[in-house]
């Protein structure tokens, strides 16, 4: 059974190129990101981890911290970092986890758990090591996404979901497709148009079961 939404990740205990963290202390009462890689050295992943990098005060406005996951080792990490801050312009101040076990890989379904890796591995050989996970300050996954080695990540994406996330629990409601901060949300359908009008001021019917307001600034 896979990881699924609103179930608490596992507490584990990682060694990263920072030292040894447990998930849960490291998350404390912040919102958390764990983008994973399939290995080090490899041009998609090291684009991503430079457009990482280059949104530190992004991911800091959003009381958010940020960790890598690779299936390879400490000192390769470090090494990496180097070519991660060359690409991106910027200091990779994040953790990375050396996952060369894969106890964080298959723990968050990644691998399947008898997987084992062959010697002479190629990223090819652990390929599914390309997931996105969003975290709550409860230690709830609240959104996970899955890409292909192909295809870098749009880190823009991330943090748009990632303002969704916030803003939908802090405010108790919904967000519409490619909503960004400032625009109209969607009021649940649990309450009604009189609270709904008394919270927000207006409301905008556009459906019988769609209603859109705009959150008090």
């Keep these: 059974m896979g990881l699924r939404i609103n179930d608490e990740i596992p507490n584990l205990t990682v060694t990263t190129d920072q030292g040894t963290l447990s998930l849960h202390d490291w998350i404390g009462d912040s919102w958390a990101i764990l983008f994973s890689h399939p290995k080090d050295f490899t041009p998609v992943c090291t684009t991503e981890f430079g457009a990482v990098a280059q949104l530190a005060d992004e991911w800091e406005k959003r009381g958010t911290k940020v960790m890598g996951i690779s299936v390879d080792g400490v000192e390769d990490h470090k090494k990496w970092k180097g070519d991660i801050e060359t690409y991106g312009g910027a200091k990779a101040g994040f953790p990375i986890i050396a996952d060369d076990d894969l106890e964080v890989a298959k723990a968050f379904d990644m691998l399947p758990a008898e997987y084992v890796l062959p010697d002479g591995r190629t990223p090819a050989d652990s390929a599914t090591v390309r997931v996105v996970f969003i975290i709550g300050p409860d230690k709830k996954l609240k959104l996970s996404m899955t890409y292909p080695m192909t295809v870098g990540r749009n880190f823009g994406e991330v943090l748009r979901a990632l ?3 916030q803003t939908s629990a802090k405010e108790n409601v919904a967000t519409p497709a490619n909503w960004t901060v400032g625009e109209d949300v969607i009021v649940p359908v649990a309450v009604s ?3 709904a009008i008394a ?3 207006s409301i905008e019917t556009v459906l019988p079961y769609l209603r859109k307001a ?3 600034s």
């Design 193 to 195: 148009d009189e609270d």
């Design 163 to 165: 303002d969704a996330l």
């Design 214 to 216: 705009k959150l008090p």
């Design 199 to 201: 919270k927000y001021g």
